[in-house]
């Protein structure tokens, strides 16, 4: 699975407070499940909650939640297209610890393609039974940015979080 250490790189750049200390930040695979047709390929698509718990968090909600759904828009875009999926697909609890911190934890429901084919020569036989996995990229769409881009975050003129998006290649 990619996408959990992708949000984490992301988040963790983009959110000061999280650059300064990454370790606030921990995240869980839950109800992972496996989805695998009867095809010619093994081919399959992991299904699962991720779940980011912020731990004793000062900043601004906003800091997290705004870099979160930007990477979202590109990695799991079909959470913003589908309307079930829109009112079920993310979800989060805070724990405020005092005035000042709390603790928040956000689940989102994500999915990963992953492709599975034969080696170059599977009647030979040192590539026999050989595989080659590969994780599918998300499908560009409508009204994605595909250049690359600076983002900046701001609250009541205060800066909460800045990243940089990468060009995307398709």
Do not use: C
């Amino acid at each position: 699975m990619l996408k959990p250490h992708s949000l984490r790189a992301h988040l963790t750049d983009a959110t000061p407070e999280l650059k300064r200390d990454p370790d606030k930040l921990t995240i869980f695979v839950t109800n992972g499940r496996i989805v695998a047709a009867a095809a010619a390929s093994l081919s399959f698509v992991y299904r699962y909650t991720l779940k980011l718990v912020v731990l004793d968090y000062s900043s601004h909600a906003d800091a997290i939640f705004v870099p979160m759904l930007a990477w979202l828009r590109t990695n799991q875009v079909e959470i913003f297209e589908n309307p079930d999926l829109r009112e079920k697909s993310i979800r989060f609890e805070a724990e405020y610890l005092n005035k000042e911190t709390m603790d928040l934890s956000i689940e989102l429901d994500l999915t990963e393609r992953v492709i599975v084919k034969p080696g170059p020569d599977p009647t030979s036989k040192e590539t026999a039974k050989r595989y080659d996995v590969t994780h599918a990229v998300e499908p560009p769409h409508v009204g994605i940015v595909q250049e690359a881009q600076h983002v900046e975050v701001y609250f009541e003129g205060e800066q909460l979080a800045s990243w940089d998006f990468p060009a995307t290649e398709f």
